[in-house]
């Protein structure tokens, strides 16, 4: 099923600069689509010539290698979006992107998007939206290369800890997303992960307080573990 979802677009940030008039001119060129979890939204080797903005929900990029072991290699929320690149040439997807869970996108032809680009402030903001994604990326190829599974752990929730909520004890951190993904994420097995939880909990720098939540108990041992 496809409609119009005007008001999709002003969700995400590169747009939030387009007036009302441009808002509705591509809102008009949106659909609309609902994808299951676990479901394949563009699978790997489809050439992209759309723009895949996320409504509600999950979207992973995710590459398989010839062993089948998988990593997911952008994961994208509510407001995020994806083939942008395709507005520039014909891309070709490296990975399969999957519904991580129940989700729904609005979907822009490339030729909507480029008539929106027009606008030097929006165009301007998809160059500083793709060179934030090119850094993270380049941080995750460098962390997968040169960190130990335990040091990427750190890092993650070190990452997650701004947005945790500060008690007394520690601070309160929740796992967007369940701890099978989040090794997989982290290029490992969720019982390695696991296994790396727990010797940060003896070590007595975290401790688990719910299916996918973690107290941080002492922030700064857990930077030097990220560090080592």
């Known amino acids: 099923m496809t409609r119009h979802i005007p008001s999709c677009a002003a969700g995400v940030p590169v747009f939030r600069v387009l007036s009302p008039d441009e808002l509705e001119k591509i809102g008009k060129e949106?659909?609309?689509?609902?994808?299951?979890?676990?479901?394949?939204?563009?699978?790997?080797?489809?050439?992209?010539?759309?723009?895949?903005?996320?409504?509600?929900?999950?979207?992973?990029?995710?590459?398989?290698?010839?062993?089948?072991?998988?990593?997911?290699?952008r994961a994208l929320g509510p407001g995020e979006f994806l083939g942008e690149m395709a507005l520039f040439y014909d891309s070709v997807m490296e990975?399969?992107?999957?519904?991580?869970?129940?989700?729904?996108?609005?979907?822009?032809?490339?030729?909507?998007?480029?008539?929106?680009?027009?606008?030097?402030?929006?165009?301007?903001?998809?160059?500083?939206?793709?060179?934030?994604?090119?850094?993270?990326a380049e941080k995750l190829i460098a962390d997968l290369g040169l960190r130990e599974v335990g040091q990427r752990l750190a890092a993650e929730l070190l990452r997650l800890a701004p947005s945790g909520q500060k008690k007394p004890e520690g601070i309160i951190v929740s796992v967007p997303v369940p701890w099978a993904e989040m090794a997989v994420r982290l290029g490992t097995t969720p019982e390695t992960l696991s296994r790396r939880l727990g010797a940060l909990a003896d070590r007595g720098i975290i401790r688990q307080t719910g299916a996918r939540t973690v107290l941080i108990l002492d922030p700064e041992r857990l930077k030097d573990v990220a560090r080592q």
Request: overall charge positive.
């Open 95 to 136: 990975g399969d992107v999957v519904a991580a869970e129940e989700t729904e996108t609005c979907v822009l032809p490339r030729k909507a998007v480029a008539e929106i680009l027009r606008n030097p402030e929006a165009a301007l903001r998809l160059v500083e939206e793709m060179a934030k994604r090119l850094s993270a």
């Open 30 to 73: 949106m659909r609309h689509r609902v994808f299951r979890k676990g479901e394949v939204v563009v699978p790997a080797g489809s050439v992209v010539d759309c723009l895949y903005v996320v409504s509600r929900g999950r979207l992973n990029v995710v590459h398989t290698s010839a062993s089948g072991r998988e990593q997911v290699v």
